[in-house]
DNA sequence: GTACAGGTTGGTT
DNA sequence: AACCAACCTGTA
């Protein structure tokens, strides 16, 4: 007989089911797996967790990580209260609505050399085959972290590794790019970390300096990564809801300008709310 | 079979 | 500064 799992509480986290999945799931991390029973299992650093959400949606996990490390995972100490009723306050009827879908959706603090990974891996993919490719890496160099799951590798091992194992993982033109900027991580002898304090426009020309990374991906590891709200990745999906619903010229850089005068400096935490309704056809 | 995807690159206008 | 094919792989 298995020994029963405990749950422990996060404290301030809390999730309505949709937004728990979507959060998790739903294109700013690449390592959380639905297990049924509205359940996540998952890998962040080295650490795993199983996570699941408490009757009045109150976070609750099981990990090797400890509550610290799962509050910052989360960014639990975040004033979201704050931040939505200040984006309400501005007054857009899209970003008003997304809110009202999507009223516990949170932009996760994820490891800043693992969202760099991750994104540079995302280029042109699903995220289903994303996924595919960070598990494959973690598999081929990662280290084990509990049966049979493995931690992202460290950037080091990746500029060290030969390029065939690369691309056994599935990378295709992006194992070269990944290598490329690994490589340039260590010889730079650059710490990722130093996103989450560098100033926005230094941070963003440091990775757009690397291979395979535009100003998409740059974006995606400053918001994901670094909890950098600032940042306003334009993808497809946004780029179309910008120009559909907000009618601004079909370039990246005019809807960036667009949405910092729009929403101010947390215009990634609209982007993400726009992205997920649009994706969800409900915008 | 072929078109194209949650993007970047390097070459061309 | 704006345009465009090519890039590898999986999916429709």
Avoid at 3 to 30: H, I, M, N, R, W
Avoid at 59 to 77: M, R
Avoid at 131 to 149: A, H, M, T
Avoid at 238 to 255: G, W
Wanted: glycine share 8%; charged share 30%.
């Amino acid at each position: 007989m298995k020994p029963a799992v405990s749950y422990k509480k996060l404290p301030g986290v809390k999730f309505t089911p949709a937004d728990f999945a979507e959060t998790l799931d739903g294109g700013q991390a690449f390592r959380w797996d639905d297990v049924g029973g509205g359940e996540y299992f998952g890998a962040f650093g080295k650490n795993w967790a199983r996570l699941r959400l408490a009757c009045d949606g109150s976070l609750e996990y099981s990990s090797n990580a400890g509550a610290k490390v799962l509050a910052e995972y989360f960014d639990a100490a975040r004033d979201y209260e704050s931040l939505r009723k200040n984006l309400k306050s501005r007054g857009d009827g899209i970003v008003d609505r997304a809110l009202e879908i999507y009223p516990t959706l949170r932009i996760l603090r994820q490891n800043p050399a693992e969202a760099l990974i991750c994104f540079i891996c995302s280029s042109s993919k699903r995220i289903v085959q994303i996924k595919q490719c960070v598990r494959l890496l973690s598999e081929n160099l990662g280290d084990e972290i509990c049966d049979g799951v493995y931690a992202l590798p460290e950037i080091e091992r990746i500029a060290d590794a030969d390029i065939s194992v690369l691309r056994k993982c599935k990378l295709g033109f992006r194992a070269e790019y990944l290598k490329r900027s690994a490589a340039k991580i260590s010889a730079d002898k650059f710490d990722p970390m130093e996103l989450r304090e560098m100033p926005y426009a230094e941070a963003k020309k440091y990775l757009i300096g690397l291979s395979g990374i535009g100003e998409k991906v740059a974006d995606c590891i400053l918001l994901f990564g670094a909890s950098r709200f600032e940042a306003f990745p334009v993808d497809t999906w946004i780029r179309r809801a910008m120009v559909e619903l907000y009618s601004t010229p079909d370039n990246p850089a005019c809807m960036r300008d667009f949405a910092l005068k729009k929403f101010g400096p947390h215009a990634g935490f609209a982007q993400q709310l726009i992205f997920t309704a649009k994706r969800k056809n409900l915008l």
